[in-house]
């Protein structure tokens, strides 16, 4: 069955630098989507893209933040200036129109 | 507001015991329900969908609308149940999912 594959899966960076988490969805996915989890905390929405563009957007997904999928296939969340409250798990998923959501094994990022 | 709401964190049972995991939500409209699962290191994957109304691994759920509930039920819990649960709702298909807290279900022998 093909998955959802995130890269890395753990990621340490310093506080103020520009990290670029990756996603490669299943292929005929058309709806992509960008999950958070903070430690103990529930998972969160941050983000989903559609036909190239973002369709809906949480209030966690601010100026520090953007996604794009260059090539067709790669999906990528960029944090531009890294804080400490942005170490967390983060998620990919996607979706045909009308099946579940599909995720991957997630990425763990680590601000210090 | 859109919210899901799972009041226990944890839930232990003996193996063979009957669980159930709650979920209430809150939702202006008809939400798609799941139950999505995360074993020990591995990632969120589905469990049940409401409209499919079919049973995965002995789980059931039933969409209550009157009580606004998706309670996850298995009549006899084994050691490999043991998992976190989240319950989530979408206003359709292609929009975000909200999650609950998630309920850790430990399953003893």
């Known amino acids: 069955e093909p998955e959802v594959t995130q890269t890395p899966s753990h990621q340490v960076t310093q506080m103020g630098q520009e990290v670029i988490l990756r996603c490669v969805p299943i292929?005929?996915?058309?709806?992509f989507y960008w999950y958070r989890q903070i430690l103990g905390q529930k998972v969160e929405f941050l983000v989903s893209?559609?036909?190239?563009?973002?369709?809906?957007k949480s209030e966690i997904f601010d100026d520090q933040f953007s996604v794009e999928r260059p090539d067709g296939s790669n999906f990528t969340l960029k944090i531009r200036s890294t804080k400490l409250e942005d170490s967390a798990m983060y998620f990919c998923?996607?979706?045909?129109?009308?099946?579940?959501?599909?995720f991957g094994d997630g990425t763990r990022l680590s601000i210090l | 507001a859109q919210r899901v709401t799972q009041p226990e964190k944890l839930l232990s049972v003996f193996k063979g015991a009957p669980v159930e995991l709650k979920c209430n939500y809150s939702?202006?409209?008809?939400?798609?329900l799941f139950w999505y699962v995360q074993y020990s290191r591995q990632r969120l994957q589905l469990l049940l969908r409401?409209?499919s109304r079919e049973s995965i691994k002995g789980f059931t759920a039933d969409l209550n609308k009157g009580e606004t509930s998706f309670h996850l039920k298995k009549p006899f819990a084994q050691e490999e149940d043991s998992a976190m649960y989240y319950c989530?709702?979408?206003?359709?298909?292609?929009?975000?999912?909200?999650f609950g807290a998630g309920t850790i279900l430990r399953v003893k022998s």
């Open positions: 989530a709702l979408s206003g359709h298909y292609g929009n975000k999912l909200v």
């Open positions: 292929s005929n996915h058309l709806y």
């Open positions: 409401h409209i």
């Open positions: 998923a996607g979706t045909l129109s009308n099946q579940p959501q599909h």
């Open positions: 939702y202006s409209g008809s939400p798609e």
């Open positions: 893209f559609y036909n190239n563009e973002i369709s809906e």
